[in-house]
C-alpha cells in the first residue's frame, strides 16, 4: 500500500505562487505515473496535471496550462507541483494521486488514479 503526504500548500495572494510537493513511500514510486487533482468546496474533485512515470510526458488541465508545472524526481520519491501566477478560481482542497499503471492513454482521469493523499489546502486572496 502506498502512502502519499502533501505540503506546501497555504494562503497567497492573486499573482503570487506556490510550490506544493507529494512524498510517496510504501510502493516503488517510479513505476507510477502521479497526478495532482483539486476540490473546490461544492463542486467536484477535478483534473489538474499528470506525469508518466518518467517524467517525459506531462498533461494538464485546461486552466492550469501555461501557469503550473509538474514535475517528479524519483530518487526522492517526490512530484511537484509549481503554480504561478494564481488567481481566486484555484482555491481548492489539492491531493496528490498514484496512477494504477506508468502512465494513461488518452485524457487523463480519476479512474487512472489509485491511491491519494489527505490533501493540502491552497487558498488565493484577491
Known amino acids: 500500500q502506498v502512502q502519499l503526504v502533501e505540503s506546501g500548500g497555504g494562503l497567497v495572494q492573486t499573482g503570487g505562487s506556490l510550490r506544493l510537493s507529494c512524498a510517496a513511500s510504501g510502493r516503488t514510486f517510479s513505476n507510477y505515473a502521479m497526478g495532482w487533482f483539486r476540490q473546490a468546496p461544492g463542486k467536484d474533485r477535478e483534473f489538474v496535471a499528470a506525469?508518466?512515470?518518467?517524467?517525459?510526458?506531462?498533461n494538464y488541465a485546461d486552466s492550469v496550462k501555461g501557469r503550473f508545472t509538474i514535475s517528479r524526481d524519483n530518487a526522492e520519491n517526490t512530484v511537484y507541483l509549481q503554480m504561478n501566477r494564481l488567481i481566486a478560481e484555484d482555491t481548492a482542497v489539492y491531493y496528490c494521486a498514484t496512477g494504477t499503471g506508468p502512465f494513461w492513454v488518452g485524457a487523463p482521469r480519476k479512474s487512472d488514479f489509485g491511491s491519494w493523499g489527505q490533501g493540502t489546502q491552497v487558498t488565493v486572496s484577491s
Open positions: 506525469i508518466t512515470w518518467n517524467g517525459r510526458i506531462t
